[in-house]
């Protein structure tokens, strides 16, 4: 899946290496293709190492993910995972244990070393911009060098764009937390595709709530000869921009903790895989919306599907699928067709279902979202739940107790000048306006268990006001009491009235039996506001139930016809349907399940997974047999229990005491071959019909069940027709 190519080499002699990712590397493929790099500046390795990671990832799960799969049979990527080798060595050799501050790479200019090759790329009309995103001093770390271009490795980045038919790129570095877009030059407009750019970091930043926005709305200056200016518009692409974007990965500064190296890949790896996928086609959900927040065991619902095509290109043959492993749900329509969806043409679909009215509260029913390209490969997945019940509430706070449940660092406490529900609520600063370089969280003291309840929803209320794109109110939670954090929802600017908040967290809890959930406010050096007010906290807990508890009962019966009364035995086994019918009329059917009867024990077992516990008739049907109820009144039907029934015991065990006595058995009638409920003139006619032309095999003529119709079979449809036999129902 992989092969290494060298792009060029540098003033050191280092070659800068690049590596193909794609199903049979050999050769260029033709597919979406897509180029990453990192390490531009020296001091900045996790760019690097978030980059390695997906590699392996995609190259690990190719068997297993249908992401990774697709990526690697549909696009063409390639790595460069040290574009700046002369100043990573630089670092090395000064700090070889890790801490290297060199950014530039190590071109000697007379006096100093090195240019910032993120300063160094054209067109001149970037590089030379009147703003001050770059400098011209040799000693700065910020040197742009003596044209744009003057680098030889941004040559090489030049070239190997220029040489292939790349559609998106990612040049990586750290840090902030930022996914950041053209134009990165202090252009008095934005670029043309400013709202698609809006959209790829939007759902960029999806799972790992970066802040995005352009470098001086996000790490605060303009960048004069920045990469991405490039790429985006003035490379020898013609017909179209390629999407470039510079992720800025952690928090902690250009050298990580070793503990963090993991985490903040993780939280890149969506990011990577989404750059990858807007190369080609993409279909992608705007939003996915249930209709009501919990449902009732017996009620209906829609889950309301709205997708886009994201990618570059036009996807084909698109599949939109939703389905349950389930069997409490009930989806009657599953998937919907679309031939095609071009560049940024979106759609919807409602899918309805239809919950059992035997599900127990407080479960949770997954729905499987999955978004399909060409027929069959997942480009999309995702699993939401359908609820019912309140949940458990594991944790619940209104505000009106105290602040004894959280742990604040820095002034959070209960105040009653705003509320949702009377008189209180929490909030960062009550005493006026939070403060600049503010870093203030409400921590949960005591770790929650939901070990035996995964399924989890945070519930709140809440308000706020802060700089809108500075200051920021993260929803974080932890599933290790504590020790590392992960971004479930992050707030930012104006929003005064009170709003509820439901965020699924299952896949941030982790099935821990040590959740703490944190509330915190960041704000940068400057521009200040009231805060962030939050009421009514809860932890609402489901069961995740895939498959569902099955009903048994254990039902015992024969069929006249197939009755050996001389050998106490059935001719053959055979299958039959049972159904359990409402005792009251019109007696609907609320269940039903097929078996088979053992011609031995005269006995099958069903299994029954929708009926709620109750009274219910039990109705048998056989393929050449008599309707028949069981006896008055209903059998006591325990969901989740066991039950038997033996119709063969008594004749009034059926309903009207409608069997027949063979032997020592009490038989259900056979002859009904046309299943019309009576047995009369046109069994009869049907039976003799296929004896007259020696029809055998599996067929409902054939009563006794040796293969054939003969008049051996004719003989019960004489019987029972002559004594004018039919079903007996209530
Ligand atoms: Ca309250
Ligand atoms: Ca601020
Ligand atoms: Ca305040
Ligand atoms: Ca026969
Ligand atoms: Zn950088």
């Known amino acids: 899946l ?50 390695i990671f997906y590699i392996y990832w995609l190259l690990e799960n190719y068997n297993i993910d249908p992401i990774a799969a697709y990526i690697l049979n549909n696009r063409e990527l390639y790595f460069t995972p040290v574009l700046n080798p002369d100043g990573y060595v630089y670092n090395e050799t000064t700090n070889p244990n890790g801490g290297g501050m ?32 770059s400098s011209t001093s040799t000693s700065s770390s910020t040197y742009r060098g003596t044209s744009p271009f003057s680098e030889s490795e941004t040559q090489a980045a030049m070239n ?77 692409h013609t017909g179209h921009n390629i999407i470039a974007v510079t992720p800025e990965t952690g928090l902690t500064g250009f050298w990580p903790a070793q503990s963090e190296i993991i985490p903040l890949a993780e939280s890149m790896l969506f990011t990577n895989q989404y750059l990858a996928l807007i190369s080609g086609a993409y279909v992608f959900p705007v939003s996915s919306n249930l209709n009501k927040q919990i449902y009732i065991p017996g009620e209906s619902g829609t889950l309301n599907l709205i997708f886009k095509n994201k990618g570059q290109l036009s996807a084909q043959n698109v599949k939109v699928e939703v389905t349950s492993p389930s069997f409490y749900l009930n989806i009657p329509i599953t998937s919907f067709n679309y031939s095609t969806l ?57 505000a009106e107790n105290g602040f004894g449940k959280w742990t604040t660092n820095s002034g959070w406490a209960v105040t009653s000048s705003q509320s949702h529900t009377p008189n209180n609520s929490f909030t960062d600063s009550p005493s006026g306006n939070y403060s600049n370089n503010t870093n203030n969280s409400m921590t949960l003291n005591i770790p929650v268990d939901i070990s035996s309840v995964p399924v989890t929803f945070l519930n709140f209320w809440h308000r706020y006001n802060t700089e809108a794109g500075y200051d920021f109110c993260y929803v974080e939670v932890s599933s290790n009491n504590g020790s590392s954090w992960q971004t479930v929802k992050s707030y930012n600017g104006v929003m005064t009235t009170w709003t509820e908040q439901n965020i699924d967290i299952t896949s941030f809890a982790n099935s821990s039996s040590q959740l703490k959930i944190r509330f ?15 009421d009514d906290i809860k932890l609402k807990n489901y069961s995740p139930l895939i498959n569902s508890v099955v009903t048994n009962l254990q039902l015992t019966l024969a069929q006249e016809g197939l009755y050996n009364s001389a050998q106490n035995s059935l001719n053959m086994n055979d299958t039959v349907s049972v159904y359990l019918k409402s005792v009251t009329s019109p007696y609907q059917n609320i269940d039903s399940s097929r078996g088979v009867i053992d011609s031995l024990t005269f006995t099958g077992n069903f299994g029954f997974r929708n009926a709620p516990s109750g009274n219910y008739f039990i109705m048998v049907k056989h393929r050449n047999s008599i309707e028949t109820w069981s006896k008055a009144g209903g059998e006591e039907y325990n969901f989740g229990g ?3 029934y033996d119709f063969t015991s008594s004749v009034s065990q059926a309903f009207g005491d409608n069997m ?26 049907l039976i003799d019909n296929d004896a007259a032309i020696f029809a055998g095999g599996y067929i409902p003529t054939d009563l006794n069940g040796d293969g054939i119709t003969d008049v051996t079979d004719a003989v019960f449809a004489d019987n029972n027709s002559y004594n004018f036999i039919s079903k007996i129902v209530p």
Request: proline fraction near 5%; charge should be negative.
């Open 2 to 51: 992989t092969v290494h190519i060298c792009l060029f080499s540098t003033v050191e002699h280092r070659q800068i290496w690049t590596v193909r990712v794609t199903k049979n590397p050999d050769s260029p493929t033709g597919r979406p293709e897509a180029w990453y790099h990192s390490l531009i500046h020296a001091r900045e390795p996790e760019s690097m190492q978030h980059m």
């Open 102 to 133: 060199w950014r530039k790479n190590r071109k000697f200019n007379g006096s100093n070393y090195g240019v910032d090759l993120n300063r160094n790329y054209g067109i001149y009309q970037y590089w030379n911009s009147s703003n001050n995103g």
């Open 160 to 236: 190997f764009i220029n040489s292939r038919n790349i559609n998106s790129v990612m040049g990586s570095h750290t840090y902030g937390n930022y996914i950041i877009k053209p134009w990165a030059w202090s252009d008095p407009s934005p670029t043309p595709d400013d709202a698609k750019f809006n959209e790829y970091l939007a759902d960029m930043s999806r799972y790992n709530n970066y802040i995005t926005g352009t470098p001086l709305s996000t790490v605060g200056y303009a960048v004069r000869g920045c990469a991405d200016d490039w790429y985006y518009n003035d490379s020898a």
């Open 342 to 398: 071009s560049s940024f043409q979106s759609d919807s679909s409602i899918f309805g279902f239809t919950v059992s009215p035997a599900v127990p509260l407080n479960s949770a029913l997954p729905l499987n979202i999955k978004f399909r390209q060409n027929d069959s490969d997942i480009v999309y997945q995702e699993t939401k739940y359908v609820l019912t019940g309140n949940g458990a509430l594991t944790l619940s706070d209104s």
């Open 520 to 534: 915190r406010l960041q704000s940068d050096q400057g521009v200040v506001a009231d805060g962030w007010y939050i």
């Open 642 to 644: 066991t039950l038997s």
């Open 660 to 685: 027949i006595l063979t032997g020592s058995k009490y038989c259900i009638y056979s002859a009904d071959a046309d299943q019309n409920g009576f047995v009369d003139i046109g069994d009869g006619t």
